[in-house]
């Protein structure tokens, strides 16, 4: 079992920025893909960003390109999202997950709140 715990989130006003961490315990994660979904009131929850087993490569959606940076340091277990020109679209729940790149992800995170004020 693999648990995941996300810090980082709070308010920010808009063009700002914040970064977002998840540790993982229980079992390495070095060899899975990780990646950030977020969960908007009222929405379905979205893919935002992930990143391969050795963080060589990457992919995000469209709405956060450019904008958000995924990035991972496997020895300590951990997944960061580097959050710049932040909008109030962006607000949201946010959840770090593990499983396979650009595929299905099996272990998921209790979620960090995002609020992003205008």
């Known amino acids: 079992q693999v648990q995941l715990v996300e810090s980082g989130g709070g308010l920010v006003q808009a063009g700002g920025s914040l970064r977002l961490s998840c540790a993982a315990s229980?079992?390495?994660?070095?060899?899975?893909?990780m990646g950030w979904f977020r969960q908007a009131p009222g929405k379905e929850r979205e893919f935002v960003a992930g990143v391969s087993w050795s963080g060589s490569s990457t992919y995000y959606a469209d709405s956060v390109k450019g904008r958000f940076t995924i990035s991972r340091d496997n020895a300590k277990n951990t997944v960061y999202l580097q959050m710049n020109s932040l909008k109030p679209e962006d607000t949201a729940i946010y959840y770090c997950a593990v499983g396979r790149y650009k595929g299905d992800y099996d272990y998921w995170g209790q979620g960090t709140q995002v609020t992003v004020l205008l």
């Open positions: 229980g079992r390495t994660v070095s060899t899975y893909a």
